[in-house]
């Protein structure tokens, strides 16, 4: 079922394409879009899994830190179960994505803008978690006729700075030393010992850890810190739009996740009526939902975390399932 894939392999320094790759990627250069320029996009990393093309295919983008290996199961298994075409992508400065110093949600929006129509994956069911479901709403703000329903997992149009560790994360991810030269095995332990005493979770541990990798004898870390850092601010923020997306949407939570907060203590559960709201909307953020996607839904998935699709993923792809019905 895999039709096509692009991936870069990261060198010491910045990023380049393996020998097998179609074309040299280069670090881009900063075009944040200001004073009305569209910013320039990147080519991103994407894995693509055939299916019908009268169907809207599904269209996956991961939160950060993460990459496009976080759904390939899932990927895999909505594939077999609905028939369609299933596309996972590296966001820029995540995965075999290349590098740059634009980190904003327009530009990662612009991304797709222009990888999805030279797929011919528009319409699509887009379903972005966390920084991905950010890029998934702006884009679907942006461009509508792009989307044919849109869900966005654990994350609202609304600024999370309050309720993210990921600053600490980028600080304990900065100050890692690890020698050259060492046993791949001795440097992810090396490097879990230096995030403990800041990173508690052992999960969240896990999840950072993914993204070390051995280059030329090298032990670095394959997201750009760097550019991360610098806009995180930005990251956890949502950019101010007047316009609103008029097609379904689904505001898909972790019912043990404090990035949407609830206005009560209960939760709704699997399976909740498609059409209603959850006793658990936030009385903060439901107006800037209902206001930018009058035909919202909610839907909480009980025993969930921040990372829905990791921590319950039957649920995760019935309330997916559900939606498409």
Not at 85 to 114: C, F, I, K, W
Not at 199 to 217: A, C, K, M, P, Y
Not at 286 to 301: K, S, W, Y
Request: charged share 20%; proline share 9%.
């Amino acid at each position: 079922m895999l039709r096509w894939t692009r991936s870069w392999r990261i060198p010491h320094r910045g990023l380049r394409p393996s020998d097998s790759s179609p074309a040299r990627v280069e670090v881009a250069p900063s075009s944040s879009g200001g004073d009305g320029a569209k910013p320039r996009s990147v080519p991103l990393s994407y894995t693509l899994l055939d299916g019908e093309a009268t169907l809207p295919a599904l269209v996956f983008l991961h939160g950060l830190f993460g990459c496009k290996n976080n759904f390939n199961s899932i990927a895999k298994s909505l594939a077999q179960r609905t028939g369609r075409r299933v596309l996972t992508v590296d966001a820029r400065n995540h995965g075999d994505s290349p590098h740059s110093p634009d980190m904003s949600y327009e530009a990662m929006s612009q991304d797709l803008q222009d990888l999805l129509p030279h797929l011919d994956l528009g319409p699509c069911v887009l379903i972005g978690h966390s920084m991905g479901g950010k890029t998934a709403m702006l884009l679907a703000l942006q461009r509508p006729e792009l989307v044919e329903r849109l869900i966005a997992v654990d994350i609202s149009p609304k600024e999370t700075t309050t309720v993210s560790d990921f600053p600490h994360y980028m600080a304990a991810m900065k100050a890692i030393h690890i020698p050259d030269e060492v046993p791949r095995s001795r440097a992810r332990k090396l490097a879990e010992d230096q995030l403990r005493p800041v990173i508690q979770d052992v999960s969240v541990r896990q999840f950072l850890l993914t993204n070390l990798v051995e280059v030329d004898g090298h032990f670095l870390w394959r997201v750009n810190l760097e550019a991360l850092a610098q806009h995180v601010d930005k990251i956890m923020t949502f950019p101010w739009r007047r316009e609103s997306y008029p097609g379904p949407t689904l505001f898909l939570l972790g019912g043990n996740s404090g990035f949407v907060p609830s206005s009560s203590p209960h939760v709704s559960t699997l399976p909740l009526p498609l059409g209603a709201c959850s006793s658990g909307d936030s009385p903060s953020h439901h107006p800037e939902i209902r206001r930018l996607f009058p035909r919202a839904q909610m839907q909480t998935v009980p025993n969930a975390g921040h990372w829905v699709h990791a921590d319950c993923p039957q649920d995760f792809m019935a309330a997916i399932q559900g939606f498409l019905a």
